[in-house]
């Protein structure tokens, strides 16, 4: 039998697209600001340089959710450049409200499948940093293949971190941060910068629901590595 006849299987995402409606301030944003700070996706390198208009290091973050740390984290560090990536549209419109509102210049988003932004759109050892707070963790342990930490997926990703970069993870289930540390510990290309577990970075500002979690004795585990 031909194997290229074979049908091809869908490759296992890690989000599930859902229904959000937009309020009005995140589509005005998404109509006015969209258009500058909205990349869209093509299966070719950004140049970063040109897309912020200055060189300067670039730190990726997957899935920010309504964005409102992001913005905190790219008005605390304008020296620093950031990438968004999100799937979901109001989340989108969100992160752009905000930066209209904080006048940001050092944030672009881009609104696909961060697999795929990852495989096709960042070059090779060109990122200084790559934030991923509170992936979905699937609890059930039979969706556990669609986490987002996979070791696959892991030795993909330090292949777009530059020499000494970080990657810096978070999440508030603990068995997902068990096996992020486990995933990422045993990646020969990450050496981890404490022994388990880090401390928050100043950089990665609490969130609402975090706060609310810990005052109800609920854990957040981070995790920092670094590219050797």
């Known amino acids: ?5 074979l049908p091809q299987r869908a490759p296992i ?5 859902r229904a959000g409606r937009m309020g009005p301030g995140q589509q ?12 869209p996706f ?18 990726l973050e997957i899935g920010f959710g309504m964005g409102d740390a992001t913005a905190q984290i790219a008005a605390a560090l304008p020296g620093t450049n950031f990438i968004g990536i999100e799937v979901h549209a109001p989340g989108v419109g969100a992160l752009l ?12 988003l881009v609104q696909h499948d961060a697999v795929e932004v990852l495989e096709h759109m960042i070059s090779p ?24 930490i996979q070791p696959e997926w892991v030795r993909q990703l330090v292949t777009r971190l530059a020499p000494g970069s970080y990657l810096h993870c978070a999440t508030d289930w ?26 928050r970075p100043a950089w990665r500002p609490q969130t ?19 590219r050797r």
């Open 208 to 226: 609402k629901f975090e706060i609310r979690g810990l005052k109800l004795g609920h854990g957040v585990w981070d995790l920092l590595f670094r």
């Open 28 to 39: 005005r944003a998404l109509g006015e600001l969209g258009p500058r700070f909205l990349l």
């Open 174 to 199: 603990q068995p997902y941060a068990e096996q992020m540390l486990e995933v990422l510990g045993a990646e020969p290309a990450l050496v981890n910068t404490v022994e388990g577990y880090a401390p």
């Open 125 to 148: 050892a060109s990122l200084a940093g790559v934030h991923i707070y509170f992936p979905d963790p699937w609890h059930k342990k039979r969706h556990h293949k669609r986490r987002l």
């Open 42 to 59: 093509h299966a070719q390198p950004l140049d970063f340089a040109a897309v912020f208009g200055r060189n300067a290091p670039t730190v």
């Open 97 to 108: 409200k905000r930066i209209g509102e904080l006048g940001l210049t050092n944030l672009r």
């Open 1 to 5: 039998m031909d194997r290229q006849a």
């Open 13 to 17: 995402r890690s989000f599930v697209l």
